[in-house]
């Protein structure tokens, strides 16, 4: 069954502890892409993967960390840092180059009390 | 800085009819610009892509057309039914792996 996982589906968690979101695909894809959805904001891109071993920040980087060990994984963890981190995270992958469909998975819900 | 705007935010139609939606960008060196579907909730849906060199995609009753020149595509929805309401967004693509994301229209089909 091919596609992206993402889990857990909610998630709960105290303020002031870090916590870490999955993202797996078996889609075989190089580009992996994290983005935080909040009402009325639309889709925000936090961080993006385009190979092994290597990402970039995107608009929103600031109290997220990630990293890409592996081609099918790409956890994103919400720090003590982040100073809003409740919302809908959602995670993306797409093959390289302009010819090709951006895949999400079906999303983590984040709630920090 | 590409900025991708979608009017109206919301739209109601009732069941049949067939609608338009709209998405602008205001940088017209794009590659491809993609069109998605998210039901409340979830995650989204692509639905077509069309590449720059392309002036429209086709996939069952949705049409979706590019006109890079004026910043401008549009989403064809024909003979809409209560199973189209959702978030349609739009996203283009530039000369990076980044999509730039519209806020999306909320779209309700009335029975």
């Known amino acids: 069954d091919g596609g992206i996982t993402q889990s857990p589906k909610y998630l709960f968690r105290k303020e002031g502890q870090n916590v870490t979101l999955s993202c797996e695909q078996n889609l075989n894809h190089d580009a992996m892409y994290w983005y935080r959805q909040d009402p009325g904001q639309g889709l925000r891109l936090i961080y993006y993967s385009q190979i092994v071993n290597d990402f970039q920040k995107g608009d929103i980087a600031e109290g997220y960390s990630v990293s890409r060990e592996k081609k099918e994984s790409f956890p994103l963890t919400v720090t003590s840092a982040q100073k809003n981190p409740t919302a809908f995270y959602l995670c993306?992958?797409?093959?390289?180059?302009?010819?090709?469909?951006?895949?999400f998975g079906p999303g983590t819900r984040l709630t920090v009390t | 800085k590409q900025e991708v705007t979608q009017i109206p935010a919301a739209l109601s139609v009732p069941e049949g009819e067939n609608l338009v939606l709209n998405c602008s960008f205001t940088d017209s060196a794009i590659y491809n610009l993609q069109w998605f579907r998210q039901d409340p909730g979830k995650g989204l849906t692509s639905l077509l892509l069309?590449?720059?060199?392309?002036r429209e995609q086709t996939s069952g009753r949705l049409n979706a057309s590019l006109d890079k020149s004026s910043g401008r595509s549009t989403l064809y929805i024909a003979a809409s039914q209560p199973g189209d309401s959702a978030t349609y967004l739009c996203?283009?693509?530039?000369?990076?792996?980044?999509?730039?994301f519209g806020k999306g229209t909320k779209l309700t089909v009335n029975p």
């Open positions: 996203a283009a693509q530039g000369g990076s792996e980044k999509l730039v």
């Open positions: 993306a992958t797409k093959a390289s180059g302009y010819a090709y469909e951006q895949y």
């Open positions: 069309i590449q720059s060199s392309q």
